[in-house]
């Protein structure tokens, strides 16, 4: 039995089919279904958890190379949610695009973890280094 990290046997799974650039995405609740890749849904109440609860339960075991996220949450949300976020992802190359154009990167993740997250545009892909 596992006793500490990460628990949840889908998100385990998920995590164990990423190889060297390959992308999974953490999404906030409102994010689109994407019937083509898989979804791990953990959302359970409004913020919880949240994407950076996520993101730092990944982080000792996955190596991030690289991160997107779209423009548009820099335009929509505090500074103090714009600083967590990108503290948050210290040490990859972060590169913001246009919504539109994150979205096309997508379809092509081993698959999304959809939290319940209610900040604005608060979706990253991640790219395994």
């Known amino acids: ?74 335009r929509a949300n505090t500074k103090t949610a714009r600083t967590r976020f990108v503290t948050a992802l210290k040490g990859a190359e972060l590169t913001f695009e246009p919504h539109v154009e994150f979205k096309k990167r997508v379809p092509h993740a081993i698959g999304l973890i959809r939290t319940g997250d209610t900040i604005q545009y608060a979706n990253m892909i991640l790219e395994s280094a």
């Not at 994407?34 to 950076?52: A, H, K, R």
């Open 1 to 74: 039995m596992l006793k500490t990290g990460i628990l949840n046997p889908h998100i385990l799974s998920l995590l164990a089919r990423v190889r060297h650039t390959n992308t999974i995405v953490i999404s906030d609740r409102g994010f689109p279904f994407w019937p083509q890749i898989e979804t791990v849904d953990i959302s359970l109440c409004d913020n919880t958890p949240g994407v950076l609860d996520v993101l730092r339960a990944l982080r000792p075991n996955f190596m991030i190379g690289k991160a997107w996220m779209a423009q548009e949450f820099l």
